[in-house]
C-alpha cells in the first residue's frame, strides 16, 4: 500500500496521483482493496439502501484474476548468456523468483522498479513498487553517462520511500531515499527525516551520515571506471520513451470495483430476495412477535419462529361486532441469482477485453473446472508473452548490465546489448497441436505451402540445413531400413528450396511494410544464404564435371586434336 509518508516540499501534485493510482492497483495484487470497494459501493448505491446491504465483496478480483493469467513470463527461468563469462554470479538463486513477483506489478501498475545492492561480497536484489518513489528523467543523455544507464525510458533520479529506525531509537519512521545520477561528475545521495526544526516546526532533515556512516556517493555504488551506478532499473509493460503509464488499463481496475459492488447486490439478492415474501390480511397470529420496532428503515413486522409439527392458528380482527375473514398468501422472490450472477459474470469478462486481451482468448469459467471465473486460452496468453519480451528483456538487460559493472566487470560486458536472455515461452497444448496439424496438412494437400515451409512452421528454431536433414532422415525412414539418403535432391526438392525462398522473401516484405526492420534483416540474411549456397552448390558440381570430362579424355587427345585441326 502506498506508504503513510509526509511528502517533500518539492513533490507535485502529479506525484501524488501518480502514486496514488499505481498504489490503488498494488493493493488490488494484495488483497488490501476492501477500503477501495467500500467508497465504490458507497457511490455505486444509495444510502438508504447501502445500510441494508452486506459487506463489499472481495472474493471476486477481475482485475487480479486477468493480471495473474498475462504474468506468466517468468513462471520458468529466463536462460542468461554473456559472451566468454559465466553469468551466474549475476543471478542468485532468488533472482528470477523475485522477478515473478515484479512482474506481475509490472502488468498490474504498467511499472516496477528492481534495485540490485551489493555488499562488497554478494549481490542481492529487491523488487520496489512504483507506487512508494517518486522518479525524474532527463531528454538528453548526460555526459560521462555509462552505457548500462540508457536515458530511454529510465531515470535519473529515484526518490524512495522507505522505514527505518527513528535516529534517536524512538520507533520507526518513514524516511525519503534519494539517488541521482542526472550528473555523473556530481552524483547525489541523501536520506532524509522529517524532525522538528529551530523554530519548532516540521522540517525535513538531512540524516544520511547517521544511516549510511558517511556522506555522498557510496563507493560500492560505482562501476570499475568509477562512474556512479543508479541501482534502480525501471521495468515496463510497454515499449517506449515514456516513464510513467499510471491510468493506462484503468477500464480493469474501474470495472473490478464496480463488479464487486454488484456482486455485493447479488450476494444481498441472495440473502434478502431469494425466497418467497409471506403475507397475511386481516388476520393475526397470537403467537408472533413484533420486530423492526425502531430501526431505521425497517417496517415493523410480526414473525413467527416455528417448527415443522407447528399448527399456525390465524384469527380475524375484530371490528366492531362481526370479525374479519383472514387470508395468506405468498409473493415469487424478489430476484433470480442464477440470471443475475450470469450478467455479472459476462460483464467481468468484458473487463479483460479492456486489459488488451482479444475477445476470441476470453472466456467465462463457468463450469468452475479451471479455478477462475475470467479464463484466457493458452493462445491468448502465449500472446501477451510475446508482447512482454520485447520490453521486460529491455529492462532485465540493464539490470543485469548494473550488476555487473557493481561486480567491477569492465565494457562491453557491462552494455545491456552484451547480455543475452531467452524467455520460456508458454507451450502449445495437445488440443492446438493437433489443429495446428490439420491446417499444415490441408495446406500441403493444396498446394499452397512447400514441405520445408511447413517443416519451419511447425519447428521455427531448425535451420535450412536441419530441415534438409530431418527430410532426407524421414524419407530414409519411408523406404526402408536399408535406404540411402540421397545426396542429390531432385525436381521437387528443388522446387521446395524455391518455394522457401519465396516464403522468406515474402516475409522480408512483410516485415519492412510493418517496419519491423529486425525481422526483415534476419529474413533478408537467411534468403541471401540460401541463394549463396545454391550459387556454391553449382559451382562446385560443374567443377566436378569439367574434372570428369578431363579423366575420359584419352592421354595426348588434346595435342591430336590440335594437330588435325592445323
Not at 518539492?10 to 482493496?33: N, Q
Not at 522518479?135 to 548500462?148: D, I, L, Q, S, Y
Amino acid at each position: 500500500m502506498t506508504p503513510y509518508a509526509p511528502t517533500m516540499p518539492h513533490h507535485t501534485d502529479a506525484d501524488r496521483a501518480i502514486r496514488e493510482a499505481a498504489a490503488l492497483r498494488r493493493r488490488l495484487v494484495e488483497g488490501a482493496w476492501r477500503d477501495d470497494a467500500a467508497r465504490r459501493q458507497a457511490d455505486f448505491f444509495a444510502e438508504e439502501v447501502r445500510e441494508m446491504l452486506p459487506a463489499p465483496v472481495l472474493s471476486r478480483n477481475a482485475a487480479l484474476q486477468v493480471w495473474g493469467q498475462i504474468a506468466t513470463l517468468y513462471d520458468d527461468t529466463p536462460t542468461v548468456e554473456i559472451a566468454g563469462m559465466d553469468a551466474t554470479p549475476l543471478t542468485p538463486a532468488d533472482l528470477w523468483p523475485m522477478r515473478q513477483q515484479s512482474h506481475l506489478l509490472q502488468v498490474a501498475a504498467n511499472e516496477c522498479l528492481m534495485r540490485v545492492d551489493y555488499d562488497g561480497t554478494d549481490l542481492s536484489y529487491r523488487v520496489v513498487p512504483v507506487d512508494t518513489v517518486v522518479m525524474r528523467a532527463v531528454t538528453r543523455a548526460p555526459e560521462g553517462a555509462a552505457p548500462f544507464n540508457p536515458i530511454r525510458g529510465q531515470p535519473v533520479r529515484v526518490e524512495e520511500c522507505r522505514t527505518r529506525l527513528h535516529p534517536a531509537g524512538d520507533g520507526e519512521v518513514w524516511t525519503w531515499e534519494v539517488w541521482d545520477v542526472s550528473d555523473p561528475a556530481a552524483p547525489l545521495f541523501q536520506i532524509w527525516v522529517q524532525g522538528k526544526g529551530t523554530d519548532g516546526k516540521d522540517a525535513w532533515m538531512d540524516y544520511t551520515a547517521h544511516y549510511a556512516g558517511a556522506e555522498g556517493w557510496p563507493e560500492q555504488y560505482r562501476d570499475a571506471a568509477g562512474r556512479a551506478v543508479l541501482p534502480y532499473t525501471l521495468h515496463h509493460r510497454r515499449v517506449g520513451d515514456h516513464l510513467r503509464e499510471p491510468l493506462a488499463g484503468q477500464e480493469v481496475v474501474s470495472g473490478t470495483l464496480d463488479a464487486s459492488a454488484l456482486w455485493t447486490m447479488w450476494l444481498s439478492a441472495v440473502r434478502d430476495g431469494a425466497h418467497p415474501q409471506r403475507y397475511l390480511i386481516d388476520g393475526q397470529v397470537p403467537t408472533g412477535v413484533t420486530n423492526g420496532a425502531g430501526t431505521r428503515g425497517v417496517m415493523e413486522a410480526q414473525v413467527v419462529r416455528m417448527n415443522p409439527q407447528t399448527v399456525i392458528q390465524i384469527h380475524g380482527i375484530r371490528r366492531g361486532e362481526e370479525y374479519t375473514n383472514p387470508s395468506a398468501g405468498q409473493w415469487q422472490p424478489a430476484a433470480d441469482p442464477a440470471s443475475l450472477g450470469t450478467a455479472i459474470e459476462s460483464y467481468e469478462a468484458g473487463l479483460a477485453v479492456s486489459a488488451g486481451l482479444s475477445p476470441a482468448d476470453v472466456s467465462r469459467g463457468s463450469n468452475g473446472m479451471s479455478g477462475y471465473s475470467i479464463v484466457v486460452s493458452r493462445k491468448g496468453q502465449r500472446d501477451a508473452q510475446k508482447k512482454l519480451i520485447p520490453p521486460s528483456r529491455m529492462g532485465d538487460q540493464i539490470m543485469l548490465a548494473k550488476a555487473a559493472a557493481l561486480l567491477g566487470w569492465a565494457e562491453p560486458l557491462t552494455r545491456p546489448g552484451a547480455i543475452n536472455i531467452t524467455y520460456a515461452t508458454m507451450g502449445v497444448s495437445p488440443e492446438e497441436a493437433k489443429a495446428e496439424q490439420e491446417v499444415i496438412k490441408g495446406d500441403l494437400d493444396l498446394g499452397l505451402t512447400s514441405r520445408r515451409a511447413a517443416m519451419r512452421r511447425r519447428n521455427p528454431g531448425l535451420t535450412n540445413a536441419q530441415i534438409d536433414a530431418l527430410i532426407a532422415e524421414i524419407e530414409a525412414e519411408k523406404e526402408g531400413p536399408e535406404a540411402e539418403v540421397p545426396e542429390e535432391m531432385d525436381t521437387e526438392e528443388a522446387t521446395d528450396e524455391d518455394a522457401v525462398l519465396r516464403d522468406t522473401l515474402t516475409e522480408a516484405d512483410d516485415a519492412l511494410n510493418s517496419g519491423d526492420f529486425r525481422t526483415a534483416a534476419r529474413a533478408i540474411s537467411r534468403a541471401i544464404g540460401m541463394l549463396e549456397a545454391d550459387t556454391a552448390e553449382d559451382a562446385a558440381e560443374e567443377m566436378d564435371a569439367e574434372d570428369m570430362d578431363a579423366e575420359d579424355m584419352p592421354p595426348g587427345s588434346d595435342q591430336t586434336e590440335a594437330g588435325d585441326a592445323s
